[in-house]
């Protein structure tokens, strides 16, 4: 009798324990379903609509987000460098290549939550479009560190994970379509300070 | 020895059958946990504004953002409306670089989205609508919808969120303006 007791209350514990679980860590881990990688970068251009997977709804229920719409715009995040390293704030990167078709783009340093990086200073780790100088070819090479480069200059600071967020607005990739021969920029690592 | 076996076999069973019920709590916890969470971004919201209020989502405006990430070059404010009341009319005078609005329906999911290139002359005014509604309004257009974007949207309560890209600190007044003067208004017809 009591082994039964023990036997039923071994696996609702199974059960109970194992299924919520499972799904707290399918919600907690970046990657998922529904994902589109190019090169080091990954979309999720179904989010936040009515035709997502289930995994995406509960993340956004969950997360409180409110996603860019179709006609507003569609967000990269690179969590490594093209020689498979996760990103360290305190490493200099290059950012280098051509970029996809959109009135504008931002690209900024997130932390583990994608909100941007604190760097205690007046200067956001943000750079926009408007304000990046080109090479003769328009393709845009971006150093981002601790210390001041010439050209364009992404600001970093502090240690530890670091991800880019890389969002192209007004853009024709955005509908699914124009998204089979994007190429995005390379993310090179230069070097970390000890 | 005999007993041990079975014993056993009664515990894999246990596990077994246990495993299987992981499964089915897995898919019902993911499919009820929109139904009942109490993060999302209507909630978050309507502990910060009541409803047709404009609500800054940056952290610009001061204390901590009230829905997470938001572009640090963007600034971002949104209004929780109720078509069951109404139709709803957002209007926002002045020019900005680049502004773009999006519709969420209760759950937050994305139904519509349009930026300042679809609208007359860059000006926002917008009005969020069901069909029954937007019938109605065919009818006889008044003479001040006339240039208005109307956003056809099959659900009752919602979220609209305006967007604008601030490229560098010297729009940051005038961007910051351009929200102030925005307006989420209950309208008549």
């Known amino acids: 009798m009591l082994k039964n007791a023990f036997l039923t209350l071994l696996s609702l514990a199974i059960a109970i324990v194992g299924g919520g679980g499972s799904v707290w860590y399918a919600l907690k881990v970046q990657d998922g379903v529904g994902a589109i990688r190019i090169g080091q970068w990954t979309a999720f251009p179904d989010i936040g609509t009515p035709s997502a997977d289930p995994y995406s709804k509960a993340r956004v229920a969950r997360e409180g987000v409110l996603a860019l719409g179709r006609a507003e715009g569609l967000s990269f995040v ?117 | 020895m005999r007993s041990f076996y079975a014993t056993m076999r009664r515990l894999l069973h246990a596990v077994l059958l246990g495993l299987l019920g992981a499964g089915i709590v897995h898919i019902a916890v993911l499919l009820l946990v929109p139904e009942f969470s109490e993060r999302d971004a209507w909630s978050r919201l309507s502990m910060a504004s009541d409803l047709y209020r404009m609500t800054r989502l940056d952290a610009e405006a001061g204390g901590a953002p009230v829905v997470k990430s938001v572009d640090p070059l963007f600034y971002a404010t949104a209004c929780r409306f109720d078509l069951g009341e109404g139709m709803v ?101």
């Open chain 2, 89 to 189: 009319r957002i209007k926002a005078p002045g020019h900005v670089p680049f502004w773009s609005v999006s519709v969420y329906d209760r759950s937050g999911h994305n139904i519509y989205s349009f930026n300042d290139h679809t609208a007359t002359g860059g000006v926002l005014d917008a009005v969020v609508l069901t069909p029954a509604q937007m019938i109605d309004v065919r009818k006889d257009l008044p003479e001040d919808l006339q240039g208005t974007i109307f956003v056809e949207a099959p659900i009752e309560e919602g979220i609209f969120v305006i967007r604008a890209f601030v490229p560098d600190d010297s729009w940051k007044p005038i961007v910051s303006r351009f929200f102030e003067q925005s307006s989420c208004e209950l309208q008549d017809f």
């Open chain 1, 78 to 194: 690179a969590e490594r460098d093209t020689g498979g390293a996760e990103l360290k704030r305190e490493c200099t990167y290059t950012i280098e290549g051509g970029f996809p078709t959109a009135r504008f783009w931002t690209l900024y340093a997130a932390d583990q939550s994608l909100g941007v990086v604190e760097t205690g200073k007046p200067r956001l780790a943000a750079l926009q479009s408007y304000g990046v100088v080109r090479q003769p070819d328009n393709s845009v090479v971006i150093s981002a560190g601790h210390h001041p480069m010439p050209g364009n200059w992404l600001l970093t600071d502090g240690f530890g994970r670091m991800y880019f967020v890389l969002t192209f607005y007004d853009t024709p990739i955005a509908s699914s379509t124009g998204l089979s021969d994007v190429s995005l920029p390379r993310i090179v690592k230069v070097g970390c300070d000890a």
